[in-house]
């Protein structure tokens, strides 16, 4: 989630995820963004992917508004996905009112070598009630997609710590979160302040329930891909990956004795898919994942049967997908998203950043 200030005046941008099977994207401009008590009518500032993109394939598209908006006229008549021609697709809107996103989760993944128009309708209305002047319109193509597609994290991608039971940041001001934070069905946040949190906590409210839904559809979905090569010891550590789903012969993956890199072979558009089966995700104490090729943190998912623990000073490329816990211990940096369904997420002098697309 992108997010600027502008001295006293808080500029909240509003970001439109369309979940799909691709992403081209512009860069945000914070200076473009307009004080939300301002005058005038939002506008649209970007959209990711930009208008007229060729070869999409990451697994969002977002749009920037000036201002904060009205999240009763952000639904599925005023935020739509048409495709192809002017065939309507299939999807749910939600707008988190404390961080300023809406988000658009089509119930499939979109075809590929497909042209789609995103379209915000003129119904669209800031806080004040000032609407669109008239609707924005964009057209996007899919790429003919070889290899996995990354997982659709519907709402889910909006959050970098996400959990079930508790959030607790156990020991120190170490610790930095760089984006949302959400609990559902749980309560208790512990530990920010003195923990920083550079973005917006969702407790037990709509935006982390519906997060957490999306947060079991991925868990599925990144578990039923098909194709999977086996890594029968289930130790990654030196080894050199190239894209794909590896899953492990034991049901628990480590990187315990060197470090695992990932290879994208030049096309930063390559998926990697860990799937644990029943059991646990290990990284061992300075254990890294190293990315070369291209690869990119966000098309990275580990998909943990149980719980995901990251060794002291460890640092761990990806979405972390997990059915029960995860803990970053002293120094464990996460350049992703630690999602736990069940129980919790604890963190102690921790760094989790959210993913560049």
Known sequence: MLRGKVNGSTVLAVLLVIFMAGCNCDRFNPQAL??????GPPTV???NPVKGATCVRNNSISALFSKAMNP????????KVTGPGVSP???AVSY???SHTVTFAPTSNLPVTTTFTGTITNGAKDSGGSALVQDYVWTFTTCATVGQVPVNLGSAANFVVLAGSTVTNVNSVGTIVTGDLGLSPGSAVTGFPPGVLVG???VADPTAAQAKLDLTTAFNDAAGRPGATIVASGELGGLTLAPGVYQSGISSFGITSVNLTLDGGGNANAVWIFQMPSSTLTVGN???VILAGGAKASNIFWQVGSSATLGTTSVVQGTILADQAITLNTGATLIGRALARIAAVSLDSSTVTKPAP
């Not at 009763?72 to 935020?79: D, F, G, I, Y």
């Open 34 to 39: 307009t004080p939300t008590n301002a005058a």
């Open 45 to 47: 500032i970007s959209t």
């Open 72 to 79: 009763a006229t952000l639904t599925t008549s005023t935020v």
């Open 89 to 91: 697709i299939a999807g």
């Open 96 to 98: 988190a009112s404390g």
């Open 200 to 202: 917006t906590q969702h």
């Open 286 to 288: 300075g254990r890294q």
